[in-house]
T-cell receptor
């Protein structure tokens, strides 16, 4: 798969588990994003990284911890989640934050918290 | 931050008819106006965008019109087909690097065969 890839595609976890979501982009972009998509709030921006530096954290609870080791990879570490965190988590990339243009989305990870 | 509203939230049209979805925004500095389409179970994908120096852009059956004075832009789909059924999102954006990225709440379009 080219463009933006995400693994795993589906994840079921208990509230005490620790898991990580992975995103990789093959587009040479410098900005990467995590979004949460649920029925209540369709596309909710969580974190933004620009040239590996976090530039935005939209009041996301600390049980979500992002990591961006380089411009091509983005992780979302999960621990002690709540059932209301069940949602589709989408990763996206763009050329650079501050340079307007298309965002390219990954296929998402469907997360279920039991 | 940007306040973005989409109307309507749901829209059903007969196949072959036209559909129009409107996006209003609050930040007058916005200068990039994209529309994304998300089919069921798939990722959002850009279908058309317009920049603030242009009032209208067309690509086959889809078009986007921009009214910067009134701070709204609209997606127009003509001769609708079943494959147009999806959720559509707008995401107006400025070019200053410190604005909040905000997507509209989405419009679920259903094409009735």
């Amino acid at each position: 798969e080219t463009g933006v890839t995400q693994t795993p595609r589906h994840l079921v976890m208990g509230m005490t588990n620790k898991k990580s979501l992975k995103c990789e982009q093959h587009l040479g972009h410098n900005a990467m994003y995590w979004y949460k998509q649920s029925a209540k709030k369709p596309l909710e921006l969580m974190f933004v990284y620009n040239f590996k530096e976090q530039t935005e954290n939209n009041s996301v609870p600390s049980r979500f911890s992002p990591e961006c080791p380089n411009s091509s990879h983005l992780f979302l570490h999960l621990h002690t989640l709540q059932p209301e965190d069940s949602a589709l988590y989408l990763c996206a990339s763009s050329q650079e934050k501050g340079v307007v243009g298309e965002q390219f989305f990954g296929p998402g990870t469907r997360l279920t918290v039991l | 931050g940007e306040n973005v509203e989409q109307h309507p939230s749901t829209l059903s049209v007969q196949e072959g008819d036209s559909a129009v979805i409107k996006c209003t925004y609050s930040d007058s500095a916005s200068n990039y106006f994209p529309w994304y389409k998300q089919e069921l179970g798939k990722r959002p994908q850009l279908i058309i965008d317009i920049r603030s120096n242009v009032g209208e852009k067309k690509d086959q059956r889809i078009a986007v019109t921009l009214n910067k004075t009134a701070k709204h832009f609209s997606l127009h789909i003509t001769e609708t087909q079943p494959e147009d059924s999806a959720v559509y999102f707008c995401a107006p954006l400025g070019n200053f690097g410190n604005e909040k990225l905000t997507f509209g709440t989405g419009t679920r379009l259903t094409i009735i065969p």
